[in-house]
């Protein structure tokens, strides 16, 4: 599904955060990728989606080769992508109306949306939260409900970049169930190793 070789990459021109690396995820791995701070996983994901641009190297993603703007277009409507920081992901004033932005914007009707929504919420056990001022949410709160607004979208992929940070023991047990429990292939950081074996079937480690 996603297949990265020879991939090279740096902000400066200088100092390489990839060099040469190549990835593959396949149906129905679920793969943590590993490293210290600062090693690239963020960066690896905003590479997949086409918000950064490699040096050299190839990216190929459903079995296309994806190069130019446009060639990530369906990327980013087929790959569902969890932010590491959830503000930078909910920016509308109610749950309802974040968890709809997605289906709505891939031309879902208002009452499928709000059908979606429900589901969604559901799934994650956050039934009632449908009006609920999203700003107002805790951290962990908020982690929940994007992780719902990116299940939303039905995407055949997920990048999740730290799910369990800002939770509570509660909601890392119900985070966990969900991963278990979802259909979908999965690349997944997180610095909790103990975690991240629970989730996970293979993994990368990033130097």
Request: glycine share 4%.
């Amino acid at each position: 599904m996603i297949k990265v070789k020879n991939l090279s990459f740096s902000y400066d021109k200088e100092e390489y955060i990839f060099e040469n690396f190549n990835f593959s995820l396949k149906n129905e791995e679920r793969i943590a990728l590993i490293g210290d701070n600062g090693c690239g996983k963020t960066t690896f994901f905003k590479l997949i989606m086409g918000l950064l641009k490699a040096d050299s190297g190839q990216i190929e993603i459903f079995d296309q080769k994806r190069e130019k703007e446009e060639d990530f277009i369906e990327v980013r409507e087929r790959i569902g992508y969890l932010f590491q920081d959830s503000d930078n992901q909910l920016f509308l004033p109610t749950v309802e109306e974040d968890v709809a932005f997605g289906p709505i914007n891939l031309g879902k009707s208002k009452a499928e949306a709000k059908k979606i929504v429900s589901e969604k919420l559901a799934m994650v056990k956050m039934e009632g939260f449908e009006k609920k001022v999203t700003y107002n949410l805790s951290q962990g709160q908020k982690k929940i409900i994007a992780f719902a607004a990116v299940l939303a979208m039905d995407p055949d992929v997920l990048l999740l970049d730290e799910p369990f940070a800002s939770l509570d023991k509660q909601s890392i047990k119900r985070m966990i169930k969900i991963l278990n429990k979802i259909a979908q292939p999965f690349i997944i950081v997180s610095h909790n190793n103990l975690l991240l074996d629970q989730v996970t079937n293979s993994s990368y480690f990033l130097e």
